[in-house]
């Protein structure tokens, strides 16, 4: 069966400093990985994907995420972070036969001026 | 939020009741999804629709269901309303299934912040 884990309830930063947001997936055969985010009271944004190709994939807002299919991690990664960024981040997993998304529980960011 | 609305945006009701949620999407996009979020738990999906009138099962679709007569609308009504059934719940949509160098991201909508009581 298909699963995300996000060991990282919250991520604390401080403003300019790298971030790191933990993902590793389940799944069988090549998964697609997808990265969102939710800002309060709005629904989820799309960040970026990997579905095949590049293991680093660049996305929306400066971010990016590398797939490590050795260690099943899809890492979403920042060189230098704003308080803008705060938010709730959520990884997520379909497998290629299937039209499901399975989601991760949710990382929330907190960057600190 | 990219052509979704979701009605009514909050609602408070007492157990035992009927509710419907509706979504709406101007994009023409096949695929429809029902999520609903509650904390620790991430987003789960309750059902979804890949077409007018076909809808599948979700993990969490026991207490729900679904109609698609329409390509922009699909209802999720809950028959008789639990207290476990407060939640946040989103409408999400994609435009193809699963391909490679396809769109296959989906697009939520805003949420609908139901409370039963």
């Known amino acids: 069966a298909q699963s995300v884990a996000q060991p990282e309830d919250q991520v604390n930063v401080a403003e300019g400093n790298p971030l790191t947001v933990k993902c590793t997936y389940s799944?069988?055969?090549?998964?697609?990985l997808f990265w969102y985010v939710q800002y309060p009271n709005r629904g989820l944004q799309f960040l970026l994907k990997?579905?095949?190709?590049?293991?680093l994939v660049k996305g929306s807002y400066g971010f990016e995420a590398e797939f490590n299919k050795s260690q099943t991690s899809f890492h979403l990664k920042k060189p230098s972070a704003l308080v803008s960024d705060s938010a709730l981040y959520f990884c997520a997993v379909r497998a290629p036969d299937t039209d499901k998304l399975i989601f991760g529980t949710g990382t929330r960011l907190q960057v600190f001026p | 939020d990219a052509g979704i609305t979701q009605s009514p945006r909050h609602k408070v009701t007492e157990t035992g009741t009927p509710v419907t949620l509706r979504c709406h999407q101007t994009e023409n996009h096949r695929y429809m999804y029902w999520y609903r979020q509650d904390p620790g738990h991430g987003l789960r999906l309750i059902h979804y629709?890949?077409?007018?009138?076909?809808?599948d099962k979700g993990e969490v679709s026991d207490g729900y269901s679904v109609s698609r007569s329409k390509t922009e609308d699909f209802l999720l009504t809950l028959e008789s309303a639990t207290s476990s059934q407060t939640s946040v719940y989103f409408c999400?949509?994609?435009?193809?299934?699963?391909?490679?160098?396809?769109?296959?991201?989906?697009?939520f909508g805003p949420g609908t912040r139901l409370t039963v009581l």
């Open positions: 990997y579905i095949t190709g590049d293991n």
């Open positions: 999400a949509i994609s435009e193809v299934p699963p391909i490679a160098g396809g769109r296959n991201e989906q697009f």
């Open positions: 799944v069988s055969g090549n998964p697609y």
């Open positions: 629709s890949y077409g007018v009138k076909d809808t």
